[in-house]
């Protein structure tokens, strides 16, 4: 199998542009199966592609800011409301159940 070039390919734009083109071909009844295999070796090219634009991304701080702050937003609407278990420490002191923990009052201690 030959290596497929996608070298053309510099934005993230691009390669989207490229995938929907190939997943349209790809539908298309009248498309062989070793062209669709052709157009499929060229997909994961630019799948690959797109993970090294990613991984060689450069944030500005407001977007490091931005993310950071995504994760803390998102555990806090988990499980109405309470935080998720990663936002819990390990050894921290247990400051009794909360409203939500009406269950865990009638749990056992080890937890079934």
């Given at each position: 199998?030959?290596?497929?070039?996608?070298?053309?390919?510099?934005?993230?734009?691009?390669?989207?542009?490229?995938?929907?083109?190939?997943?349209?071909?790809?539908?298309?009844?009248?498309?062989?199966?070793?062209?669709?295999?052709?157009?499929?070796?060229?997909?994961?090219?630019?799948?690959?592609?797109?993970?090294?634009?990613?991984?060689?991304?450069?944030?500005?701080?407001?977007?490091?800011?931005?993310?950071?702050?995504?994760?803390?937003?998102?555990?806090?609407?988990?499980?109405?409301?309470?935080?998720?278990?990663?936002?819990?420490?390990?050894d921290?002191p247990?400051?009794?159940?909360?409203?939500?923990?009406?269950?865990?009052?009638?749990?056992?201690?080890?937890?079934?």
């Amino acid at each position: 199998m030959a290596r497929v070039d996608v070298s053309r390919y510099q934005t993230f734009g691009e390669i989207t542009e490229r995938l929907d083109d190939i997943v349209t071909q790809v539908r298309d009844k009248d498309v062989s199966l070793e062209r669709s295999l052709d157009l499929f070796d060229e997909a994961i090219a630019l799948g690959s592609k797109a993970v090294s634009l990613v991984d060689a991304t450069d944030f500005s701080p407001e977007e490091e800011a931005r993310l950071a702050a995504t994760p803390a937003e998102a555990a806090a609407g988990e499980k109405d409301g309470e935080p998720a278990e990663a936002d819990t420490p390990v050894d921290a002191p247990a400051d009794g159940p909360s409203e939500g923990d009406a269950a865990a009052e009638d749990a056992p201690a080890d937890g079934r």
